[in-house]
């Protein structure tokens, strides 16, 4: 059949460098959001949000009420008039409107973990589903922090920021109309001195979201090298470079401490101003208040009533100055989380990008008569972005020279060529074994047909349809994969086995760990002396494997990774060295299974033993990245030198032939 023809908007390239942020170009680091970005976090709990600005407005006009009540009761005992009813008003105002705050705490902490929530779940759906070429430019404890840290910080919006904002601003302004109207002179100098306090709180809060992008951008470096540290501990220990991986985790600690001290200078700014205007103001209505008062200009009921609208107004503006701090620290995390939820999954890469427009079902393209997978003229080159950032000391010391040379870097793009013009077919029902030395290029292949990544040149095609029309995940149900070195998932076997097939018995389980020589497992419980032998095996599954299968050898580990991909029934196997880490019985074992699963299959497999894959049905030799020769095993003796001289090293046939 035709096949569209490759373009470079599928190229691997694409996957890298398009995908997010540029990375070949001086593109400004540490990505900044806005105010608009984080409303829609906010408005997806609508509900909670009309609750809280209801008992806050409520709680507002409880508070704006009582001023002129106390200014009454005061006046009221200057004349020796009775006041048992208006301190009992006043004392209902004061409960109701305690209770009301104490609400509206509750619903704005309930707000800000479901919006904690939402955002940690978006991120969580697209880091799973992002292109696996993002995975080969970031670093994995980076992820975490952003799905941690950074998405914590949110929570401080709605706890210390923009929803109580509104209430606030309803006492702020009623308390600022209750001033002017009891003396305007006296409101003209006091409300002086708040504008310009919050003129200064402003100018400097403005500092503080690049600061908290940098110190988060750090932490996510701290938890990278933490998560390098503890995955390969076993290695660092057994090569004694445990204090050095320790100065390096310490160096990243040290250097987003200092960038949290500078994000907390600039806060503790906020504090003092705060402090100063409302001491000054408070001195001002003293001085000048009691001056009036004596001059006959306002009484002193008056006054004690300014007094407390004067507190009032201060209230929500120690809380808008929080807010700005916490807005602008929200804001510079969130950036971060946007620069993930921003880039494109696999799938919608694959609806823009596919050659036919859309993706088809297989039923639709597929071709009965051609292989089951073709590769023609495939050429792939790896791509991945190292950016190097400046020391956090220097940037601290820099100033904002040193931070934008910085921040305006552009990432050092690593490119690896892999295959060059690789063509071959894989029949259908067949076994076929890719051979040659380390950096050939095969688990690549295997990574293609998966559709890890795309071609940049060239088709990968199954039964005839290129794979960049057909949707990934039923592309990949067609296929059981096992990687080189496949990973174990903390947990117990059950939840190992079912990671494909979720709805498996626990017969079809036994089944495939004993077809890959796994029956030991589930007999070393001793669960099955019970004579219960439903129960045994339900015990057994339960078994627990460790963190990264650490209570299993490693041919265990490969064992099971291949029962994983048996589960599935998978009409198309693809091996990738599946019995490098078997010792000679097992290895014998393992072929007998492969032997009887294969059939009706077809089978892709990668092998450096020679031995194991003598009986296929096709060899393919791959060198830097080019099939240089195919054929059955005696065939390619007599034709491919390479092939021969790995065969006479591996002692399958004489050194003189």
Request: aromatic share 4%.
């Amino acid at each position: 059949m035709t096949r569209p023809a490759a373009s470079a908007e599928h190229s691997a390239a694409d996957d890298t460098v398009s995908a997010g942020s540029a990375t070949t170009t001086a593109a400004p680091r540490g990505p900044r959001a806005s105010l608009r970005e984080l409303l829609p976090y906010l408005f997806e709990q609508r509900r909670l949000l009309v609750v809280a600005l209801v008992l806050g407005l409520v709680a507002a006009v409880a508070s704006l009420v009582q001023p002129p009540l106390l200014g009454q009761i005061i006046t009221r005992v200057q004349e020796g008039l009775p006041l048992v009813g208006l301190l009992g008003l006043l004392s209902a105002i004061v409960v109701v409107g305690a209770v009301l705050s104490g609400l509206q705490h509750y619903v704005l902490q309930r707000m800000g973990e479901g919006v904690v929530l939402t955002s940690r779940k978006r991120l969580i759906a697209k880091i799973l589903h992002l292109p696996i070429a993002q995975f080969d430019r970031r670093r994995t404890g980076d992820l975490v922090s952003r799905v941690g840290s950074d998405t914590t910080l949110l929570r401080a919006v709605l706890t210390q920021g923009l929803v109580e904002a509104a209430s606030g601003i309803l006492i702020f302004v009623g308390a600022l109309v209750g001033m002017l109207v009891i003396d305007p002179a006296l409101f003209g100098i006091t409300f002086s001195v708040i504008v310009v306090a919050l003129v200064v709180v402003v100018a400097v809060s403005s500092r503080i979201r690049p600061a908290v992008a940098r110190a988060q951008e750090k932490v996510g470096d701290l938890a990278a090298q933490v998560d390098r540290s503890i995955s390969s501990i076993r290695t660092i220990r057994a090569a004694g470079a445990a204090e050095r991986e320790q100065a390096a985790t310490e160096r990243d600690a040290t250097e987003a401490y200092l960038l949290g001290i500078k994000v907390a200078r600039i806060s503790a700014f906020i504090v003092p101003v705060s402090f100063l205007a409302l001491q000054l103001s408070f001195l001002i209505v003293l001085g000048l208040g009691g001056f009036r008062v004596a001059t006959g200009a306002i009484t002193i009921a008056q006054l004690v009533t300014f007094i407390i609208f004067l507190f009032l107004m201060v209230t929500p503006l120690a809380q808008a100055f929080g807010a700005i701090s916490a807005v602008n620290q929200a804001l510079g995390a969130l950036g971060r989380i946007q620069e993930i939820a921003s880039l494109e999954t696999e799938a919608e890469r694959d609806v823009a990008r596919s050659p036919l427009g859309r993706l088809v079902p297989l039923a639709e393209v597929r071709d009965d008569g051609a292989p089951a997978i073709e590769l023609a003229d495939v050429r792939f080159t790896y791509r991945s972005a190292a950016p190097e950032r400046a020391d956090a000391r220097e940037l601290v010391r820099g100033g904002r020279g040193a931070r934008r040379d910085a921040e305006a870097a552009p990432a050092a793009l690593i490119e690896t060529e892999v295959l060059r013009g690789v063509s071959f077919t894989v029949p259908r029902g067949s076994r076929v074994a890719l051979v040659g030395p380390s950096g050939a290029g095969k688990s690549t292949i295997l990574g293609l047909i998966e559709r890890f990544y795309d071609p940049e040149a060239g088709t990968v095609a199954l039964h005839g349809a290129d794979v960049r029309t057909l949707d990934r995940g039923e592309l990949r149900r067609q296929m059981g994969y096992v990687e080189q070195d496949a990973p174990v998932l903390a947990g117990t076997l059950r939840e190992n086995l079912l990671l494909a097939a979720p709805e498996a018995s626990d017969a079809a389980c036994e089944r495939v760990l004993r077809a890959v020589n796994l029956g030991g497992l589930l007999e070393r419980g001793g669960a099955w002396k019970t004579g219960d032998a439903s129960a045994a095996l339900a015990t057994a599954l339960d078994m627990p494997v460790g963190e990264n299968g650490v209570m299993l050898s490693g041919g265990e580990k490969q064992r099971l990774a291949i029962a994983r991909a048996l589960l599935t029934a998978p009409p198309i196997l693809l091996l990738d060295e599946s019995t490098a880490s078997l010792d000679g019985v097992n290895e014998r074992l393992m072929r007998e299974a492969l032997d009887a699963v294969s059939t009706g299959r077809t089978l892709v497999v990668i092998a450096h033993r020679l031995s194991t894959v003598v009986d296929s049905d096709k060899i393919v030799v791959l060198d830097e990245g080019r099939v240089i020769g195919e054929g059955t095993h005696e065939q390619l003796i007599a034709s491919t030198p390479l092939y021969r001289e790995l065969a006479q090293h591996q002692l399958l046939v004489p050194e003189d032939r």
